[in-house]
């Protein structure tokens, strides 16, 4: 038995040795590599926050002391720590271990996250709550330097450091281009400031942190700048700054959240960490391994399956092509030029390429500037980060109908990351956006024509595209603009109209088929448009057939379906019957295919609104 | 004829002379308070700017040069100054001038606002705008220290320090509290400043500016902080800073600007201003004056109608007495303690009462944290303002099931502020979201009992209401729940059933009365909550009228009746024939009641629904 197998719960840690904590560091780190490399999961940092882990539990005593994880996807050390070992396999599957924080499964869990930046704020309030109840315990925030990029966090630190009140912050700083020789200076700054002479040294240190850069000289990224004032910004703002330090010395990390924990005030210790430390493949590759599928453990190769190209990989490629014949076409990425699909558009066109960092709101209203400026931006962010953004697409994009294209990737369920990811919200809170023309395409060819059609339109215009491979269609050559407002028809039918937005289309034209098997006649319409639905087509059809089925990877509440049945009523179409088919609630974790059958996004589900909706009865009577 | 008269645009300032400019400050001055005392609007930001803007328009040259001015109430003078004085009278007007920048009013307003820190964000994007289309011209951003509190203009910052493009940004620091002897401080800092040997003595004066309190010692608010540390803080973030100097001081201001416009990269100007400047009672209550009534212009009196208290009043009194009885409650405002009637709140309770500064964000997260520390929040926030803080609502509150109470206050339309502060997306957005209770009072007096529900409901919940005075009924004294879920029957009636959500619910009685003249027997329902609905007796009055008319001072889209459509629609109740009353697109801005009668929320609106479902003619042949 491993020692890692002997830890119940953070108090079992107090009893270990250096050698022993040494040792139960390289178990945690291959249990994790074991199994992300089956699950998949956020490998690269949680690699990186072993020590500080075990220093925070050491430190702290957890549930009594809160510890507030920001993002949260750095938390599986944390998990198995406390008392979720045996259940650590089933991370991120489906009715199995969350990949973030979750407070149904461990009271060690204090505030459960998935969003950037926000651990900062809900970690004041536990001590503003914990002042007003003369409580005495600690609260602490852990937070990324890429999490300090989003605004959130900066009111937060406002707040925290007029407050007053006793809390830490620790800043996670793993940012790759940290070179060796900034761990001397660090080290050397961290001795001086973590001194008790450290108040009266205050001005020479500060002096020395303005002339030696922590941070290499080449870091062309926004949040560089942060970073490099990061010192002297929180001490501006009522905070004592702690560090920096390497914190993958288990024993100095612990040292100094002790001396962090005697202060008064609230207080930030600032640690250097390595994405992906401990493992080869992690280290050299932290951005494949940041959130990564499963992988041979031994060389660290990522299982690859053959399959079509992706949305988000046609986006890119076609906004590229589109941008080499316009010029004034640009694109903005809020920390996620990978993820939506933008690196070859960031090296094809530096001048033209915006990333601004985990800061949404800034992205869309940095756009409409764009816009008026006379340019043609694309901002790309998934469907759950935009929900950061709303009011700035309302009033800042829409209401002063500038010429942006909300590009809106990750759009329905996203699978392993649950609730905090899927993108199920965006239909809702779009289609009520007046001026705001709002599609979604079939497959990925008519992604093509959608971001062509969406260029070319003047005025906002927001795309909705799943986080999943293509239909393995065909690529048109030439892109031709699509009639804002038309639907297209696939298959004519008399007994019932199935309406379908995005891919769901294509489950909508499987179903049919075997409705036409079980004698049923079914009209199948690709929606195209979710704003401005196409009201005359879709008015023909629910006239026709009397019935209607709708589908989408989406929120039952507010969405596409509801969006149907106010037309009808505005039309004063009474008499249609319609089911309609989607989410109702949060969506747990799993496989995309496994959360559709489990919602009835699939054939099956159709078949079974259609018996609802009595056609077999009409069939079997007949 | 006056000075202002000869002012054509822009260019007709620039041969003006000292004396020439001080007398146009004057009329400007008077202009402002003739037309504020009669229409009401924001007097004393703009009395704060009129040198400023004056300066600014002399070193400009608009609408070449871009002017972004955040929150935007502050452009009256702008406005009289870029050819319209003849429309002033007509500001905040039904169909008249805006009271807030709008593009299609003038090619000088280049971008619109209403909610706060959004300036630097569409700055950087005229200027990146610029630099791609090899232009020349100059961008500024206008922003006061208080939207300076906003991360959405750190994530700016972050991103304009960065990108090294030509901007500036003015801060229009009118913090209140500064005290005379700082202005003798500040122009000494100032001088050395903007000295050209700045460079040289720059750690002299950060010296200097960590030991001189710029503001007062006793600034017992959030932004202090920030304010304090701006100067530092903008250097490390990348801007040269310029100031702080004296804004009234428009030929120094003038100099400041014309030395911004000719550095590189971004530059931050620091002018201080005093809200009110120049007109006595606004000087003296720069709060009441900030956003106006009709007032006396020769007194400063304000012109009161004797009035029904407000639900904002109700709803801070009620809280105030909950609190009373149970120390758990506590209160967070996002910078408005008066506007959300908190005021006595943070007098009783000034350790239980949070002003966060204009960071919703925070707002919201940080009251997730207290409920789960232990307490009981209660977050107050206009409705259009909780757009920015949907997804903290979403995942910080509700998904994690947090005891939090959001107090939705100004919901429906606003009046004379427009479309920007219009709260007309509330219910599709917040009752898509699972696990909220959304409930809304059709009284002042149902309001306290529904503040008295949601602090014993154990999950979040949501409670809107308008901004008007109540409908002046008796409050009751001892408050009791309302039963989660519970519609309230207010008229039984066979023909139609009027369901209406908070004080449309009186006009629907109106309309009742109304259609019983007409021969036409309506059910009227006070919905009182958007989530859940109550099914059951929604259900059974469709069934027993066949025909409803639902009325919201809402959007329709996704809306309370949608809400409704979906419920007949999963319960598979046809041939129900609907009519929705409320807002498709956005609403101009105008008198409350005005607004209401042009979309139809008013007893004509609702006969002339009934109407549309053909209920007179059944009686009409009957």
């Not at 407070?103 to 536990?126: K, M």
């Not at 960490?273 to 590759?285: C, F, I, V, W």
Request: glycine residues 10%; hydrophobic residues 40%; aromatic residues 6%.
């Amino acid at each position: 038995m491993g020692l890692l197998e002997s830890i119940r719960g953070p108090k079992d840690l107090r009893v270990l040795d250096t050698d022993e904590l040494n040792k139960l560091a390289q178990e945690i780190r291959q249990e994790m590599i074991d199994v992300v490399s089956k699950t998949g999961g956020h490998l690269a940092p949680n690699l990186g926050v072993v020590e500080l882990t075990l220093a925070l539990h050491r430190t702290f005593d957890c549930p009594c002391d809160k510890i507030v994880w920001d993002v949260g996807h750095q938390t599986y050390v944390h998990k198995l720590l406390t008392g979720r070992l045996d259940r650590f396999k089933t991370i991120r599957q489906y009715h199995g271990l969350s990949g973030f924080p979750k407070r149904a499964e461990s009271a060690c869990d204090c505030f459960e996250t998935g969003h950037s930046s926000t651990s900062i704020s809900a970690a004041v309030g536990f001590a503003k709550a914990r002042d007003v109840l003369g409580e005495g315990h600690n609260v602490v925030a852990v937070i990324g330097d890429g999490a300090m990029t989003g605004g959130m966090a900066y009111e937060a630190l406002n707040h925290a450091g007029h407050s007053k009140t006793n809390m830490i912050v620790v800043l996670n700083d793993n940012e790759m281009s940290i070179s060796p020789n900034v761990g001397a200076m660090s080290s050397y700054l961290n001795r001086l400031r973590a001194d008790p002479r450290y108040d009266k040294r205050k001005e020479d240190i500060e002096f020395l942190l303005k002339r030696i850069p922590i941070i290499g000289p080449k870091v062309a990224k926004a949040v560089a700048k942060a970073k490099d004032s990061l010192g002297l910004l929180f001490e501006e703002l009522g905070f004592t700054y702690l560090g920096p330090i390497d914190g993958h010395d288990q024993a100095l990390v612990e040292q100094l959240l002790n001396q962090a924990k005697g202060k008064k005030g609230p207080v930030l210790v600032h640690v250097l960490t390595r994405k992906g430390k401990g493992y080869k493949p992690a280290e050299d590759n932290p951005d494949i391994f940041h959130g990564v599928g499963p992988f041979d453990p031994e060389t660290g190769k990522i299982i690859k399956k053959s399959a079509p190209p992706t949305y988000t990989g046609i986006f890119g490629d076609t906004l590229c092509s589109l941008a080499k014949q316009d010029p004034k076409v640009v694109a903005i990425s809020a920390a996620m030029p990978g993820g939506t699909g933008l690196n070859e558009f960031a090296r094809l066109f530096p001048e033209r390429f915006y990333d601004v960092g985990i800061a949404e709101q800034h992205a869309v209203t940095f756009a409409a500037g764009l816009a008026f400026g006379g340019l043609k931006p694309v901002v790309a962010i998934y469907s759950t980060f935009y929900q950061r953004a709303y009011d700035q697409v309302l009033h800042d994009v829409c209401l002063q109908q500038a010429n942006v294209v909300l590009a809106i990737d990750r759009a329905g369920v996203v699978g392993d990351d649950g609730p905090t990811h899927h993108g199920v919200f965006d239909i809702s809170i779009f289609r009520v956006i007046p001026n705001l023309i709002f599609m979604a395409p079939k497959d990925e060819n008519e992604l093509s024509h959608m971001l062509y059609t969406a260029l070319k339109h003047n005025g906002p215009v927001a795309l909705r595209y799943p986080r999943s491979v293509g239909q393995g269609v065909t690529m048109d050559e030439t892109l031709i603009e699509i009639p804002v407002g038309k639907a297209e028809v696939l298959r004519e039918g008399r007994d019932v109209t199935l309406v379908g937005v995005g891919p769901m289309v294509n489950t909508c034209l499987s179903a049919a088929h075997e409705l036409r098997h079980r004698g049923v006649d079914a009209a199948v319409i690709n929606l195209r448009y979710i704003n401005p639905l196409d009201r005359h087509l879709l008015l023909h059809y629910a006239r026709l057939t009397k019935k209607m089925i709708t589908i989408e990877d989406h929120t039952l509440k507010g969405g596409m379906g509801s969006a149907i049945l106010e037309l009808l009523e505005e039309e004063g179409l009474e008499g249609i019957a319609i089911e309609r088919i989607g989410y109702d609630g949060f969506v747990d974790q799993g496989p995309i295919s496994q959360l559709h059958a489990a919602h009835g996004l699939s054939v099956k589900g159709i078949v079974q609104a259609a018996e609802r909706l009595g056609l077999f009865r009409r069939v079997a009577g007949s």
